[in-house]
């Protein structure tokens, strides 16, 4: 098995009252990410370092996460442009439109809600060169 991690955060488990509708949304904004789902059981999916599971999953302790912002890497404007229309047909719900954010110059977002009000973001924050595309952890 191979998982590739950023540099901070090692997972974030988000936990949702609907898992189909959730699924649904995720895989149509990670499919323009270019972000696979990794694996899935009946109360769980996972992508990269994101954990989304239902409520009644052993992982859950029977409890909603409550509303989350969750930022994604986009490799371009584009990429961003595609996450938002993606996340819309997706089941989402517009919460910021594809724009350059005032943050930093270059900084370019779209904002949805998921399923559950999650604000999940997708962003380009220009021009950059990446030492590595991720860190490799193979056991």
């Known amino acids: 098995m191979e998982l590739h991690r950023g540099r901070l955060i090692d997972h974030v488990q988000l936990v949702v009252r ?5 699924r649904r949304f ?3 904004v990670f499919k323009v990410l270019d972000v696979p789902i990794g694996g899935s059981a009946e109360d769980y999916f996972w992508a990269d370092e994101l954990f989304v599971s239902s409520i009644d999953s052993r992982a859950a302790s029977g ?3 409550g509303r989350h912002h969750l930022a994604f890497q986009a490799r371009d ?4 442009d595609a996450f938002y229309k993606a996340g ?3 089941g989402g719900t517009d919460n910021g439109a594809p724009g350059e954010r005032p943050y930093h110059p270059g900084y ?8 559950d009000g999650n604000n999940i973001e997708a962003v380009f ?3 950059a060169n990446r030492s590595a595309a991720s ?3 193979a056991f």
Request: proline share 6%.
């Open 63 to 65: 409890q909603l996460t």
């Open 18 to 22: 609907d898992l189909k509708a959730s």
């Open 77 to 80: 404007r584009a990429m961003v």
């Open 135 to 137: 860190v490799k952890i």
């Open 125 to 127: 924050h220009g021009p």
């Open 108 to 115: 370019y977002a779209a904002f949805l809600l998921d399923p």
């Open 88 to 90: 819309l047909d997706g």
């Open 26 to 28: 995720y895989e149509a």
